[in-house]
Structures are given as structure tokens and as C-alpha cells.
């Protein structure tokens, strides 16, 4: 039984803008994906940073082995858009780009160590969280949420906060989905759902790429390098990071009867072996794993039939405007 404990903030998302928010608890840093249920992430369209506290911390896991975790030991967390009510069970979740660092499969440390400075060991927005606390930041324009608040991340929030968040730049075209939705034009995903609802109104996962292995690994113990000025360990352990998220996805939408669509894709600049003509986009092939299995994974659960799923693996291209 979960005891759900209600807390209420006020939230200034503009100066002239306030919000009274009322949910659950949380671990001080962003809503605990442990004891996050469905029914209290209750905002279409609104984002909720899940966080999985690391064992022996507040709320943490006590699975001493097999829990998610970024690559620098900081903790896993995901991003959850609910969708509107009438179209809150089909789920599309993306797989964030990132190369895989391995000693075995780069010949030389140069290569290795480039990779590392390169790949990102934890979160996108993890940086934030450590500046911010459970307070709220502020620009010259807006005054910003915690990444933890009550009632999840308004969508203008996202939209005013991407740079600080995501750390997104003029020269970095391999942004998350929902924010290609408004910053390009009319792509794929628009398609997804015909003329029976909009996609913009479906759930939305997004799964960041923080262990450099294309959400594969599944190491229980560090892999130790030395050369390196940016790191010395690194933890491979991306499978137990997205079968945590399988595991939250089951759980909330088992009750619900399961989920009526579910799309799983690669987005972005994906992968880790840079195309033949080495111009710099990799291949899409070996991080696209984790978009087949995690949909062949739902399935097995029982919470998405096969003929409801659909995996796209053509990760490397679709970040492409003309895609």
C-alpha cells in the first residue's frame, strides 16, 4: 500500500503568473519514480522529471545490485508527459542519442577518452537540479520551478527553460521530440496517429542516454579506466536504467487495462559508429536495440498487444528536417 502524503507550494512560472500546486511528496530533488503514481501526475501536457533514488538514500531502491543508476553514480531519471485524458494511454518513448565508450571497441585511449568528454554521465537537466535545490531559479525574464514541483513542469516552462535544462544550443539539432514539435516543421510523428487524434495529445516518455552504452549495459560493477582527465570509472548500466522504466510504465498502466498504441523510437543523433564516409552522424543500428526490445519487453508484460506496437529503428536519420 502506498501512503501518499500531500504537500502544497506556490509555484511562479512569470511574474504575473501564480500556481497553487498540490501532490505528492518527493526526495527533495525531483518526484520519486518508487512512489509516483499515475493518478496524481494528473496535468495534460504538463512534464514530471522521475527520479529512482539510489540505495541508501531516502526512498532508494533496495536492490543493492540491480538498480538504475547514471554513469558517474549520480541518479537516473526520466521525463513523463501525460497525454490529454481521452488519449493518455498511447505512449510514445524515446531513446536519447549518445555514443557508447568502451575500451574494447575504441582502439586507442585517444579515442576513448574523446568519447567520454563527448558522452554525457548523467542527466541532461542534473546540472540544474544541483544549482537549484527545491527552490526556483530565475532568468531576466522568468522566474523558474523546481524541477521537482508538485504538480509537474508547465509546457511554457519547458519551452522558456530548454537551453538551461538541456543545455540545447544553435548547433545541436538532436532535441527531444516534444520540442521538435514546436521548433521544426511538420515531421513524422504528426503522422503517427492519422486522423484520429493528434500525436501532441498522447503520453510522451523520454529516456535520457547518461551510461554510454545505448541503454544496453547491465554491469553490476564499474568499469575502471585510467588516462582519462574526465573520468576514471564508468557504470554501464543503461538496461537496468530502461527496465526501470518499463517497470514504472507497467505498473501504472496495468490498471488502466494496459495501453492502446505504444511507439518506441531512436531519436535523434543516435548511436555510436559514425557513418562509412565519417562525416559524424552515426548509425542508427546497435542503440535501436533498446527501442525493439523495450516494445517486444511491453508486450510480454501484457500491457501492449504486438499488433499495437510499433518500433522505429531508423534512429540515425529522423532527427533530419526534411525526414
Request: overall charge negative.
Amino acid at each position: 500500500m502506498i501512503l501518499l502524503v500531500h504537500c502544497f507550494v506556490l509555484m511562479l512560472i512569470s511574474p504575473f503568473h501564480w500556481v497553487h500546486a498540490q501532490s505528492i511528496p518527493n526526495n527533495g530533488r525531483l518526484l520519486n519514480a518508487y512512489n509516483a503514481p499515475l493518478t496524481e501526475l494528473t496535468s495534460p501536457k504538463t512534464y514530471y522529471f522521475l527520479e529512482f533514488p539510489l540505495p541508501g538514500t531516502p526512498g532508494g531502491s533496495s536492490n543493492a545490485w540491480e538498480f538504475p543508476m547514471c554513469a558517474d553514480e549520480s541518479p537516473f531519471s526520466f521525463i513523463f508527459r501525460r497525454g490529454t485524458d481521452a488519449h493518455l494511454k498511447k505512449l510514445i518513448v524515446e531513446f536519447e542519442g549518445g555514443p557508447a565508450c568502451t575500451r574494447d571497441v575504441d582502439a586507442d585511449s585517444d579515442t576513448f577518452c574523446d568519447c567520454v568528454s563527448n558522452g554525457k554521465r548523467r542527466t541532461d537537466w542534473y546540472n540544474y537540479t544541483l544549482k537549484q535545490g527545491t527552490g526556483v531559479g530565475s532568468s531576466s525574464e522568468y522566474t523558474f520551478p523546481s524541477l521537482g514541483i508538485c504538480t509537474g513542469v508547465p509546457p511554457g516552462f519547458i519551452r522558456q527553460g530548454e537551453e538551461i535544462i538541456f543545455g540545447k544550443n544553435e548547433d545541436r539539432d538532436d532535441v527531444p521530440l516534444f520540442l521538435r514539435w514546436e521548433n521544426k516543421k511538420r515531421g513524422w510523428w504528426n503522422f503517427l496517429s492519422g486522423d484520429v487524434s493528434d500525436v501532441d495529445d498522447w503520453s510522451y516518455i523520454f529516456v535520457p542516454h547518461c551510461t554510454l552504452d545505448w541503454h544496453l549495459g547491465r554491469q553490476t560493477t564499474p568499469a575502471i579506466f585510467t588516462g582519462c582527465p574526465d573520468a576514471t570509472t564508468l557504470h554501464h548500466r543503461g538496461g537496468f536504467n530502461v527496465e526501470a522504466v518499463l517497470d514504472w510504465v507497467t505498473n501504472q498502466f496495468s490498471p488502466l487495462g494496459g495501453l492502446d498504441a505504444l511507439v518506441t523510437v531512436s531519436g535523434g543523433k543516435l548511436g555510436g559508429c559514425l557513418s562509412s564516409n565519417n562525416d559524424g552522424i552515426p548509425t542508427s543500428s546497435a542503440s535501436s536495440i533498446a527501442s525493439l526490445t523495450f516494445a517486444q519487453d511491453a508486450s510480454s508484460e501484457g500491457i501492449i498487444p504486438r499488433s499495437s506496437a510499433l518500433a522505429i529503428m531508423d534512429g540515425a536519420s529522423l532527427w533530419h528536417d526534411d525526414v
